[in-house]
């Protein structure tokens, strides 16, 4: 079992930072793949950012170049950091573990970009 806890989100003006926190319990982090996902009000969840055990990273082409995802191996932790925020990427922000048939999620942490 693995359960994952997000923590960073807020409400940032357009063009500021915030880093996204994952921290996972249990020792299967290393086997997992981890992502982000966001889903705005009225739209459906959608991946923002993945990561493999070996460290291969996968962007939705609307965050290229702003965002970056990352993981801490001895910390059971992926990051997401977030620059040049936009109003449009004002959602609830999951993290998810997966492997093979198995995935699990976080409770989510809004993130609110104002213009």
């Known amino acids: 079992q693995v359960q994952l806890v997000e923590s960073g989100g807020g409400l940032v003006q357009a063009g500021g930072s915030l880093r996204l926190s994952c921290a996972s319990s249990g020792s299967l982090f290393n086997f997992y793949t981890m992502g982000w996902y966001r889903q705005a009000p009225g739209k459906e969840r959608e991946l923002v950012a993945d990561?493999?055990?070996?460290?291969?990273?996968n962007y939705a082409d609307s965050v290229k170049g702003r965002f970056s995802i990352s993981r801490d191996a001895a910390k059971n932790t992926v990051y997401l950091q977030m620059n040049s925020l936009k109003p449009e990427d004002t959602a609830v922000y999951y993290c998810?573990?997966?492997?093979?048939?198995?995935?699990?999620w976080g409770q989510g942490t809004q993130v609110t970009v104002s213009s």
């Open positions: 998810k573990a997966s492997r093979l048939t198995r995935q699990y």
């Open positions: 990561i493999t055990v070996s460290g291969t990273t």
